[in-house]
């Protein structure tokens, strides 16, 4: 047997129902009345085509315009599209900025006592999620010492929500040098390697999900390939807790094409090395070309005695 994989607490199941099969094992259904939710995330932010503008320097070195386009009476939908458009902006000037109040109106700044750079934006209606600016004056007045490419608003999310079109329909996407990069020419922002982890990791989620929304769809996920796909077979068993703790699934059409196969299956593991871990187990047969059939899949916590038992019974 293969060494164990580390422990990890496991995501548990909402919106399900535990029912027992014909063998008296726990099984997982969806909940009556529950409506299949779409499993990929909608994209929250998008990179900028635009080239890099560069603040222009006015009557002395310290006055400067931060290079942008906002103007009293801008619109934006949400504050959160508000405060990345800021972000983007001090990125490219190089510029730091606190925000001064945060609730029903923004209050920003820059971060130099004798600045002169702010912003006041509030909602049009205390009803409605829709920000206009009130008051904003782009120029800076604080000495060019104080601006920094290493600033606090390039966070992860910020660079995440910038690179994730990049990963979009691509095997692989952009590697933690190429974020760097990306933040260096595109952003006007010096990131450090770990940043540039969290935002990749951060990409991959607005694209493909997180792994706990990918566990809880499970259930919704197997109701579906069985009503579209006769004959399938599937099975999650969870534990005390309805933590998960084991998946099966074969399709209909592999258990009617076994008739056809040489009468040899074959039976491997290997491990997974997502967040949770765990390790996959597939059973396969061979066609008379001597090319291998898949037959079922599943997923335990290790490659032990129980959990093999449970796979082929």
């Not at 009293?72 to 001064?100: C, H, P, Q, V, W």
């Not at 049009?124 to 010492?145: A, D, M, N, Q």
């Not at 077979?233 to 008739?259: H, M, N, Q, W």
């Not at 491990?271 to 765990?278: A, P, S, T, V």
């Amino acid at each position: 047997m293969r060494r164990a994989a580390k422990s990890h607490r496991l995501p548990v199941f909402q919106n399900v129902e535990r029912t027992n099969n014909d063998n008296g094992a726990s099984v997982t259904q969806p909940a009556e009345g529950n409506p299949l939710v779409d499993p990929l995330l909608r994209l929250t932010g998008a990179a900028s085509d635009e080239p890099v503008n560069v603040p222009t320097t006015e009557a002395s070195d310290s006055t400067f315009k931060d290079g942008s386009d906002l103007h009293e009476g801008n619109y934006f939908n949400t504050k959160k599209d508000l405060k990345r458009k800021l972000s983007d902006i001090a990125m490219k000037g190089n510029f730091e900025f606190r925000t001064r109040k945060s609730n029903r109106s923004l209050w920003v700044e820059c971060i130099d006592p004798n600045y002169s750079w702010r912003l006041r934006a509030s909602k049009i209606v205390p009803e409605s999620t829709k920000f206009v600016i009130r008051k904003y004056v782009g120029v800076h007045s604080c000495s060019l010492l104080n601006r920094n490419a290493n600033h606090h608003q390039a966070t992860y999310v910020v660079i995440g929500e910038q690179v994730a079109p990049q990963y979009i329909g691509v095997e692989k996407g952009p590697g933690l040098k190429g974020i760097q990069t990306f933040a260096r020419t595109k952003l006007g922002a010096q990131i450090s390697y770990y940043k540039a982890w969290r935002g990749r990791k951060h990409a991959h989620t607005l694209i493909r999900g997180s792994p706990e929304q990918s566990f809880h769809i499970l259930p919704l996920y197997f109701h579906m390939l069985k009503k579209l796909n006769p004959g399938t077979v599937t099975r999650i068993e969870v534990d005390g807790e309805s933590r998960f703790k084991y998946l099966f699934l074969t399709f209909g059409v592999a258990i009617r094409g076994f008739r056809y196969m040489r009468k040899v299956v074959g039976i491997d593991g290997t491990f997974l090395k997502g967040q949770y871990r765990g390790v996959l187990l597939v059973a396969t047969a061979q066609d008379g070309n001597g090319q291998c059939y898949p037959l079922a899949w599943g997923i335990v916590d290790s490659e032990n005695e129980d959990a093999w038992t449970w796979f082929l019974t």
